[in-house]
Nanobody, 121 residues
Framework: QVQLVESGGGWVQAGGSLRLSCAAS????????MGWFRQAPGKEREFVAA????????YYADSVKGRFTISRDNAKNTVYLQMNSLKPEDTAVYYC??????????????WGQGTQVTVSS
């Protein structure tokens, strides 16, 4: 069982930056692939970024590639999402999720409660 708690959301002007954090419980954090997802009002939840357990592999949605960076610190049981050059269309609730399966075939069974990111124009 993994419990996830996101933090770091807030309000920012377009072009600004935010860093989201996701703290995980448990002693086997490094065995989980981790992902960030987001859901805007009236839209379905969408994939943002993912990272393998070791941190050696990372995937990004095309919409955030070059602006967002996912990273993890396994000693701190934490995964991060650095978001730069934010746009109003990045406004959403951001969720982190954990998968016991590898990054190539993930199954995100554990989810955090989400953190709101609002980008004003």
């Amino acid at each position: 069982q993994v419990q996830l708690v996101e933090s770091g959301g807030g309000w920012v002007q377009a072009g600004g930056s935010l860093r989201l954090s996701c703290a995980a419980s448990g002693r086997t954090f490094s065995s989980y692939a981790m992902g960030w997802f987001r859901q805007a009002p009236g839209k379905e939840r969408e994939f943002v970024a993912a990272i393998s357990g070791s941190g050696s592999a990372r995937y990004y949605a095309d919409s955030v590639k070059g602006r967002f960076t996912i990273s993890r610190d396994n000693a701190k049981n934490t995964v991060y999402l650095q978001m730069n050059s934010l746009k109003p269309e990045d406004t959403a609730v951001y969720y982190c999720a954990a998968s016991a399966l590898p990054l190539t075939t993930p199954a995100y069974d554990y989810w955090g409660q989400g953190t709101q990111v609002t980008v004003s124009s």
